[in-house]
């Protein structure tokens, strides 16, 4: 019987870039990062062209793989802008929900949303340039009808604190609570098209300032 020359010898260690590297590559958790970045990398082309403007071919050029390649982490350019709004919108739902539980005066309710609406400026931008642009595009996609509820759920809170806030003698009795909360939420949202993180004003400067003209106006009383 013949024995192997390599018979009890150590394996010599895998060389890096061979197989054990090609391994780690296809770990959930490297997958995952992919998927992520694939996310940043469309969001930021999805706010700066807008979601219809923008290919499938755009993106994965942007993120230096072929299209086909896209296809193993999304199975649509649509699946990647929900992820983009159901993160924003599961965001701003909970810290919603949570300044309604807490309860608190009309007045400071208001305030509280006003806040959280403000906050998300910069770590939603493409959510929220979205929302802008291809609204009426987006809602009328089955997959998308998540969009109408929450929309209706906000708009249920607001008006629901103006009437109390009305009720109570804190807001005025002549104003229309949903015509207020559709105004109020417009000169927010479009903020995302001028404000700029690092600037003179940070989210929170930009909300005390909006409160302040908001609540006392741009005439001395």
Same mark, same amino acid.
């Given at each position: 019987? +013949?024995?192997? +020359? %390599?018979?009890?010898?150590?394996?010599?260690?895998?060389?890096?870039? !061979?197989?054990?590297?090609?391994?780690?590559?296809?770990?959930?958790?490297?997958?995952?990062?992919?998927?992520?970045?694939?996310?940043?990398?469309?969001?930021?082309?999805?706010? =700066?062209?807008?979601?219809?403007?923008?290919?499938?071919?755009?993106?994965?050029?942007?993120?230096?793989?072929?299209?086909?390649?896209?296809?193993?982490?999304?199975?649509?350019?649509?699946?990647?802008?929900?992820?983009?709004?159901? %993160?924003?919108?599961?965001?701003?739902?909970?810290?919603?929900?949570?300044?309604?539980?807490?309860?608190?005066?009309?007045?400071?309710?208001?305030?509280?949303?006003?806040?959280?609406?403000? %906050? !998300?400026?910069?770590?939603? =931008?493409?959510?929220? +340039?979205?929302?802008?642009?291809?609204? @009426?595009?987006?809602?009328?996609?089955? =997959?998308?009808?998540?969009?109408?509820?929450?929309?209706?759920?906000?708009?249920?809170?607001?008006?629901?604190?103006?009437?109390?806030?009305?009720?109570?003698?804190?807001? =005025?009795?002549?104003?229309?609570?949903?015509?207020?909360?559709?105004?109020?939420?417009?000169?927010?949202?479009?903020?995302?098209?001028?404000?700029?993180?690092?600037?003179?004003? @940070?989210?929170?400067?930009?909300?005390?300032?909006?409160?302040?003209?908001?609540?006392?106006?741009?005439?001395?009383?």
């Amino acid at each position: 019987m +013949t024995t192997s +020359t %390599n018979s009890g010898r150590a394996k010599p260690p895998a060389k890096e870039g !061979t197989t054990g590297r090609r391994r780690a590559k296809g770990t959930p958790a490297l997958a995952s990062e992919r998927r992520d970045h694939l996310v940043k990398l469309a969001a930021e082309l999805f706010a =700066r062209k807008g979601f219809q403007a923008t290919t499938v071919r755009e993106i994965a050029d942007e993120a230096g793989i072929l299209s086909g390649s896209l296809y193993h982490h999304f199975d649509s350019k649509e699946s990647i802008v929900d992820e983009i709004l159901s %993160n924003f919108f599961t965001e701003l739902m909970a810290q919603n929900r949570a300044v309604i539980d807490e309860g608190g005066t009309p007045y400071e309710i208001i305030a509280s949303l006003v806040r959280i609406a403000f %906050n !998300t400026l910069e770590p939603h =931008r493409a959510a929220i +340039t979205v929302m802008q642009n291809d609204w @009426n595009y987006l809602k009328g996609l089955e =997959r998308f009808e998540y969009l109408t509820k929450a929309e209706d759920e906000v708009e249920k809170m607001w008006i629901t604190a103006i009437k109390e806030g009305q009720v109570t003698g804190t807001f =005025r009795e002549d104003i229309d609570p949903k015509l207020t909360y559709r105004m109020i939420r417009d000169t927010i949202w479009v903020a995302v098209r001028w404000f700029r993180p690092g600037g003179r004003l @940070n989210a929170k400067g930009l909300s005390d300032h909006y409160l302040k003209v908001m609540f006392d106006g741009i005439v001395v009383h």
